[in-house]
């Protein structure tokens, strides 16, 4: 009669093994998951900050088409701004230096959506590790009734 219960015995055997992998595997998808948090955080500062740099070095080419007489109104103010900032190396080198920027933090965004995903994976592979543990509890359990 107990060779009635090897393949339920092999089957709990190896959700067992699975069960035990569990908390492993969802620690290390979280611990991925924190440092794609960290390294888009980064990103975002970095990117932040050059922005923040070409916004001042707008601001001081604005603050010197602010003074010009000669410019009647907003619009001819603007487009002054754009001309001389077109011709700025400062603000050139600072559009250089976003461009990577732009492209890691996409990346970061990307890393971090992924990380969350493999969580969610590994949260939902442990439901139904211990889904079938419960049916496989059941089954053996009404094959000892059934004796």
């Given at each position: ?5 090897a393949?339920q015995?092999?089957q709990?055997?190896?959700?067992k ?14 611990l991925?998951?924190?440092?794609a948090?960290?390294?888009?955080k ?7 900050d ?8 707008l601001?001081?080419i604005a603050?010197?088409v ?6 009647k ?5 603007k487009l002054e701004?754009?001309t ?12 250089e ?7 890691e933090l996409?990346?970061a ?10 969580v969610k994976?590994?949260e939902?592979e442990?439901?139904a590790w ?7 509890a ?5 094959l000892?009734?059934?004796?």
């Amino acid at each position: 009669m107990a060779m009635a219960f090897a393949p339920q015995l092999q089957q709990l055997d190896a959700v067992k093994a699975a069960l035990l992998q569990q908390p492993e595997d969802l620690y290390q998808a979280r611990l991925a998951e924190a440092e794609a948090a960290r390294v888009l955080k980064t990103a975002k500062k970095r990117l932040g900050d050059v922005e923040a740099e070409i916004a001042d070095a707008l601001a001081d080419i604005a603050a010197l088409v602010a003074g010009d007489k000669t410019l009647k109104n907003a619009a001819a103010r603007k487009l002054e701004v754009r001309t001389r900032a077109k011709d700025e190396p400062a603000i050139a080198a600072l559009e250089e230096r976003r461009a990577p920027l732009e492209a890691e933090l996409l990346n970061a965004e990307m890393a971090k959506t992924a990380a969350e995903l493999q969580v969610k994976r590994r949260e939902d592979e442990q439901r139904a590790w211990r889904g079938r543990l419960d049916a496989l509890a059941i089954e053996c359990s009404l094959l000892v009734a059934g004796r």
